[in-house]
């Protein structure tokens, strides 16, 4: 598959609380990005890192990079209920032309 | 950041016939443009690499055939979806790349009956 993997594929939980979620991929990468999707609708970027940072912040999220673990998470610290949306990783594998790979998702609730 | 569109939006055609997606790159150039294919619960999936003034390159699996690519100038690629099945119903999404990051059209929901 060309995917990589997310886990958990579904997450619930209530406003206020941090959410985390966790991608892995297999191959080298240039970078690694991390997009939000509300149902039926595009994709927004939320923050990118690239091969040589181990974790970045912006706003209420925090991203870390394992390339030695090809892991990654995203954090979102006192989540909204306007957080819920399905949340993808995606790689930018060396060499690949820019193409990117998509994660299979983790599905986020957060109830009020 | 930069800005990519897709025309259209929705579009919902009979089994057998061809539909035409449009994805623009409205203030930069994009020598690649990609195009993905999203199943309902599902995530993203890569179809192929739009290369302007060249040939596209497609993942494996995916029929050059049926999912015509053109690339004819730096801000314009087309997906044709040729003789068009219910199966073939989905969300279309294209990006283009800008440095190290790519942008995103907001998709094309495809509904074949």
């Known amino acids: 598959s060309q995917q990589g993997e997310e886990d958990p594929q579904a997450l619930s939980i209530q406003e206020g609380e941090n959410a985390t979620m966790n991608c892995s991929y297999k191959?080298?990468?240039?970078?690694l990005q991390w997009y939000r999707q509300n149902s039926g609708r595009g994709l927004v970027h939320l923050i990118l890192?690239?091969?040589?940072?181990r974790e970045k912040h912006s706003g209420r999220l925090r991203v870390t990079l394992d390339t030695s673990k090809k892991s990654s998470s995203l954090l979102i610290t006192a989540s909204r209920a306007a957080d819920t949306a399905s949340y993808f990783c995606?790689?930018?594998?060396?060499?690949?032309?820019?193409?990117?790979?998509f994660g299979q998702g983790t599905e986020l609730s957060v109830k009020p | 950041g930069a800005v990519v569109s897709q025309h259209p939006s929705r579009v919902i055609c009979k089994s057998g016939t061809s539909v035409k997606i449009e994805c623009r790159s409205l203030?930069?150039?994009?020598?690649?443009m990609f195009w993905y294919r999203q199943f309902p619960k599902q995530s993203l999936m890569l179809m192929a690499t739009?290369?302007?003034?060249?040939?596209?390159?497609?993942e494996q699996g995916v029929e050059k055939d049926k999912f015509l690519i053109n690339h004819a100038s730096l801000t314009l690629s087309t997906l044709t979806v040729t003789s068009a099945h219910p199966e073939d119903s989905s969300f279309y999404i294209c990006?283009?790349?800008?440095?190290?990051?790519?942008?995103f059209g907001p998709g094309t929901r495809l509904t074949v009956l």
């Open positions: 203030d930069f150039q994009a020598t690649t």
């Open positions: 890192i690239r091969s040589n940072e």
């Open positions: 191959t080298s990468i240039n970078n």
């Open positions: 995606a790689t930018d594998p060396y060499n690949q032309g820019g193409k990117l790979i």
């Open positions: 990006s283009a790349r800008d440095w190290d990051e790519q942008f």
């Open positions: 739009s290369n302007e003034g060249s040939k596209a390159t497609y």
